[in-house]
């Protein structure tokens, strides 16, 4: 009966789905007129972009402009998209929208370079970035547009988050707003293909074998690279066969994804990835921004609280907001936000951000509508599913506390009493801890919130757990990893994860496919990788001098969530997360150019001592 609800709920929010973009389909053919244009950069390269007018020409329209590596598919003045904006009440509100394949991506002219590199001091024409094809493109639609207002927006997720934010610097006079939403800010250090300098192999394998293929000249959607045929269903068999790194190049990718060869042959924070990092240049901001994320997205998580902390420390009176909610990557414009895997959150939390938050910012800035109520920062709370607003983030009000691991898995905010403790266990390359416990090719988006029992019950997943809580734990903020740990390796990587555990009476969700047993639940709230080598700095890795004691601390991205009374806190610290995250040989090494030879089994100890007091730190708000 469970599945038979579940599957006609799905059909019935199908169909409503459906009937809602066909009428926003009709409605986009009968209120706007498409135009194609190639609009002239500075260097001389043309970029494609797609640009819908009103048909109503008794008022003047402020600008909406979304730059994209992904395709302003369809093509072709007659074949229109289904919908415009970043919602359903841009649409109808009357906006003028551009789509832009930005520079060597589909249709337009030049040369593509990944995450390319910002230059605040061009002194030719032929010095270009991201920065200013943005301005060349505003000051020709500003120019050559009839019936706009003279003011623009810019908006974007994930990679056009990227070049939402490389509006902002030395920005157009006419952009007013920009949104960079799940922004790619920095390759190496948070987003998508590396995590403090461990790579995440099974994301920039299947995002670079397609994405990353050369395009001889400009194309279409339709003849767009095939996607990689894997020869099985199963990413953690595909990936362990694979064995060593550079086994991809010389199996699959030889010398064709520019790339992946850039990504093996830059295995530190060099100047080659510091270049990338726009973080520094996000001075003197003039446009109103937004920055937005989600607690449990997979990719760009540390690219929202990132960016957002950037303009805020080094841009004091711009008016700067963050708003995080409890969606996956992408998930405030592609989902109601009611639910992620097996968590529900109590209500449509991508719907009310969209009406309440998204629309009005763009409205205010853009049309000079009343400004919305917005915080300095909103911040979805899971546990309690409660939006918060706060005046700083984190907040000012918040305290760092230490929670100490101790003898027998215990966890508490008691320091620990004994001379000498640890646990010891050993981590074998050739049977790397999974990232979830099903089976599938894709990486899940759902991992973030996964039930961790599958993990906690092996022998190289170390698990520390409070009692059950007899009040609430309120955590709004960032949360620190402080290690004493020993290794017989010379490297190692260390996988800390938050938990929340719920008692063993909790309901079952409903519906619920899988079948999920809720009571007893451990929900990943928050986990994070580093690789050792970097632990005193991503320039300049040094290995681990095998059984001395050694600190092992980082911080992990911000949480928002509530730990009810009556579950418990619970922590687990292994030493791989595959194959989300690559394999360390576990000695000392570029990793990028280890053989299969190279990887060996570690022992690895965990002091929990009054000496060697291995703790987390939470922030967290006082009643």
Same mark, same amino acid.
């Given at each position: 009966? *469970? +599945?038979?609800?579940?599957? #006609?709920?799905? $059909?019935?929010?199908?169909?409503? /789905?459906? %009937?809602?973009? !066909? ?57 229109? *998209? +289904?919908?415009?904006?970043? #919602?359903?009440? $841009?649409?109808?509100?009357?906006? /003028?929208? %551009?789509?832009? !394949? ?67 610097p030395q920005a157009h006079p006419a952009l007013k707003a920009v949104s960079p939403q799940a922004p790619v800010t920095d390759w190496f250090i948070g987003d998508d293909f590396h995590h403090n300098g461990a790579l995440f192999l099974m994301d920039a394998f299947t995002f670079y074998s397609t994405f990353g293929v050369p395009r001889p000249q400009p194309i279409t959607p339709d003849k767009r690279p095939k996607s990689f045929e894997y020869p099985t269903n199963d990413n953690y068999k595909f990936f362990l066969e694979l064995g060593a790194l550079k086994n991809v190049k010389e199996k699959y990718f030889g010398d064709s994804i520019r790339f992946w060869n850039d990504l093996m042959i830059h295995g530190t924070y060099d100047a080659w990835w510091k270049a990338r990092n726009i973080r520094p240049h996000l001075t003197n901001i003039k446009p109103a921004t937004l920055v937005v994320g989600g607690l449990f997205d997979a ?325």
């Amino acid at each position: 009966m *469970k +599945k038979i609800f579940a599957l #006609s709920f799905l $059909f019935f929010l199908s169909l409503s /789905i459906w %009937a809602q973009t !066909d009428t926003d389909s009709a409605f986009v053919r009968n209120n706007y007129i498409k135009i194609e244009r190639r609009i002239p950069m500075r260097d001389g390269s043309k970029l494609f972009t797609s640009i819908y007018l009103p048909k109503d020409k008794s008022k003047k329209y402020p600008i909406l402009l979304n730059r994209t590596p992904y395709t302003v598919s369809p093509y072709g003045e007659n074949v229109y *998209k +289904k919908t415009l904006g970043p #919602s359903k009440h $841009f649409l109808r509100e009357g906006y /003028i929208f %551009a789509y832009q !394949d930005v520079r060597g991506k589909w249709m337009s002219e030049g040369q593509f370079e990944d995450v390319r590199p910002y230059n605040p001091n061009k002194k030719t024409k032929t010095e270009i970035d991201e920065n200013s094809d943005t301005y060349d493109t505003i000051d020709w639609l500003i120019k050559n547009l009839p019936n706009n207002n003279g003011k623009v927006g810019v908006y974007g997720i994930s990679y056009p988050g990227f070049y939402s934010t490389m509006a902002l610097p030395q920005a157009h006079p006419a952009l007013k707003a920009v949104s960079p939403q799940a922004p790619v800010t920095d390759w190496f250090i948070g987003d998508d293909f590396h995590h403090n300098g461990a790579l995440f192999l099974m994301d920039a394998f299947t995002f670079y074998s397609t994405f990353g293929v050369p395009r001889p000249q400009p194309i279409t959607p339709d003849k767009r690279p095939k996607s990689f045929e894997y020869p099985t269903n199963d990413n953690y068999k595909f990936f362990l066969e694979l064995g060593a790194l550079k086994n991809v190049k010389e199996k699959y990718f030889g010398d064709s994804i520019r790339f992946w060869n850039d990504l093996m042959i830059h295995g530190t924070y060099d100047a080659w990835w510091k270049a990338r990092n726009i973080r520094p240049h996000l001075t003197n901001i003039k446009p109103a921004t937004l920055v937005v994320g989600g607690l449990f997205d997979a990719e760009d998580c540390f690219g929202a609280f990132a960016t957002y902390q950037a303009i805020e420390k080094q841009n004091p009176d711009n008016k700067n907001t963050l708003v995080m909610g409890p969606w996956f990557h992408g998930g405030w414009a592609r989902s109601t936000g009611e639910q992620l895997g097996n968590i529900k959150f109590g209500q449509a939390t991508s719907t009310w951000y969209q009406e309440n938050v998204e629309f009005p910012f763009f409205q205010h800035y853009l049309k000079d509508a009343p400004a919305p109520p917005l915080p300095e920062a909103l911040v979805f709370e899971t546990g309690s599913n409660e939006w918060r607003q706060f005046k700083t983030w984190p907040p000012k009000n918040a305290i760092q506390k230490k929670l100490y691991f101790h003898i027998n898995g215990k966890l508490s905010f008691n320091t620990p009493a004994e001379a000498v403790s640890f646990d010891e266990y050993s981590s074998d390359p050739a049977k790397p801890v999974p990232y979830t416990e099903d089976v599938h090719l894709d990486r899940t988006r759902e991992y973030m919130v996964d039930d961790q029992r599958f993990a906690a019950r092996r022998p190289d997943v170390m698990v520390y757990q409070t009692d059950i809580l007899t009040e609430d734990v309120q955590l709004a903020g960032p949360l620190i990893a402080d290690l004493l740990v020993a290794t017989t390796g010379t490297d190692a990587d260390y996988v800390v994860k938050l938990i929340d555990v719920f008692p063993d009476d909790f309901p079952n969700n409903e519906p619920n496919p899988k079948d999920i047993e809720m009571g007893g639940y451990q929900m990943l709230v928050r986990g994070e990788v580093f690789r050792g080598k970097f632990r005193n700095s991503f320039e300049k890795p040094e290995p681990f001098v095998p059984s001395k004691i050694t600190e092992v601390k980082y911080t992990l991205p911000d949480v928002a969530h509530t730990f009810k009374k009556g579950h418990r806190i619970m922590i687990q610290v292994q030493n791989s997360w595959f194959p989300l995250v690559d394999r360390n040989p576990q000695k000392f090494m570029d990793i990028y150019n280890a053989s299969d030879s190279d990887f060996q089994k570690a022992t690895h100890r965990i002091y929990h001592d009054k000496t060697n007091a291995s703790h987390i730190i939470i922030t967290s708000i006082e009643k």
